[in-house]
Structure formats: C-alpha cells, structure tokens
T-cell receptor, first 109, second 115 residues
Framework: GQSLEQPSEVTAVEGAIVQINCTYQ??????LSWYQQHDGGAPTFLSY????GLEETGRFSSFLSRSDSYGYLLLQELQMKDSASYFC??????????FGTGTLLAVQP | GAVVSQHPSRVICKSGTSVKIECRSL??????MFWYRQFPKQSLMLMAT?????????EQGVEKDKFLINHASLTLSTLTVTSAHPEDSSFYIC???????????FGPGTRLTVL
C-alpha cells in the first residue's frame, strides 16, 4: 500500500521558522509536492521536488531525500496568514497524486 | 495560470436525492481529471480518475454506482452523487491536468451537506 505520514499539528510564533516533515512509502516515485489549504478552501500548490536537495521559493523551502523516503517543508518568517493545513503529496507508479495525512499549523502572535 | 472551476460551491440536499457537481478547466484542455473527497480535519482522499472519453477508474472502496463520473469533453467532468445520504456529506474537490507529467490544478471544491 501507499502511506504518507506527517505530524498532525505544529504550533509556532510569528517570525519563527517551522519544519513540517513527511515520510512516505509508495509504489514508484515521481516527486514530492507540498500544498497549503486554508479552512474551507482548496489546496494550493507550494513546491515540488523530483530530485534530492533543497528547493527555495521565497519564505518557503522544500527538501527531499529519496534514499530516506523523506522530505520536509520549511517555512521561515512565519506570518499569521500561514496558519493553515499543509499536505505533502506523492505522485507514484500509478501517476496519481496521493496526499499525506496533513499537518495543521497554528501561528501565534 | 491554469484555472479549474467547480459548480456549485455549496449544495444542501435531502437524503435520497442525487446531486451533480461540475468541474471545468477554464483555460486548458484536461485529458485527465481527478475527484477527491475530504472529510473535516482529514486529508484529501482520491475517489476516481477520469480520462476524456473513457470510463472512470475508481479507487478501492469507492462505489462506482453511487458516484457516477462523466468526462465527456476535455474541459468538463461531472460527479453525480446518487441517492445521497448524510454520510456522503463532505468536501468534494476536482483536479485536472493536461498530460501525465504535468502539474495537477485544483478546483475550489464543493461542500455537500445531505440532510
């Protein structure tokens, strides 16, 4: 089967840095994506890693280690608007995007 | 950027009725569309994959006779929840992509409440 595990909740303060981990077990692997979802909204694409290493996009960075089946999303200079759910997602052998369990990030003043 | 729309955004219906949800790719042709379901505080669960002009492929545990999917054109897919019951109340999200190696773009979702 396929599984993507994330911490269920993370809490941090404004201005801080937070890392959200994702470990996956899938049949085949084409890449790891990260999505942000605010309550009641649709998921919005944040980043994508197909190869090992760090990808940086503004305040958000994403890392992948294929040998460890592990990745993380790093959010810097946290803002209140970053409070949301964050999902990792893997496109595996079936070429379908499968989502992780999700992490609820609460940013406090 | 690529835009995917869904209609309606919210629907409330009585138990036993059928509800149709439309998903449209507005500025690109989507060879493949996906339907996800999300219960409160849970992840997005893939229900089915549909390719234009062919039958949808359903994930294990999803009843194909209850969730009818039609992908009649490259810009439109519909999901019909037949004989809806309160346990079908959920957030239904569609997604579309141009080809197998392209990014999936998500619609805004449809919140279904069955009374």
């Amino acid at each position: 089967g396929q599984s993507l595990e994330q911490p269920s909740e993370v809490t941090a303060v404004e201005g801080a840095i937070v890392q959200i981990n994702c470990t996956y077990q899938t049949s085949g692997f084409y890449g790891l994506s990260w999505y942000q979802q605010h309550d009641g909204g649709a998921p919005t694409f944040l980043s994508y890693n197909a190869l090992d290493g760090l990808e940086e996009t503004g305040r958000f960075s994403s890392f992948l280690s294929r040998s460890d089946s592990y990745g993380y999303l790093l959010l810097q200079e946290l803002q209140m608007k970053d409070s949301a759910s964050y999902f990792c997602a893997v496109r595996g052998a079936t070429n379908k995007l499968i989502f992780g369990t999700g992490t609820l990030l609460a940013v406090q003043p | 950027g690529a835009v995917v729309s869904q209609h309606p955004s919210r629907v409330i219906c009585k138990s036993g009725t059928s509800v149709k949800i439309e998903c449209r790719s507005l500025d690109f042709q989507a060879t493949t569309m996906f339907w996800y379901r999300q219960f409160p505080k849970q992840s997005l669960m893939l229900m089915a994959t549909s390719n234009e002009g062919s039958k949808a492929t359903y994930e294990q545990g999803v009843e194909k006779d209850k969730f009818l999917i039609n992908h009649a054109s490259l810009t439109l897919s519909t999901l019909t929840v037949t004989s809806a019951h309160p346990e079908d109340s959920s957030f239904y999200i569609c997604s579309a992509r141009v080809s197998s190696h392209d990014e999936q773009f998500f619609g805004p979702g449809t919140r279904l409440t069955v009374l």
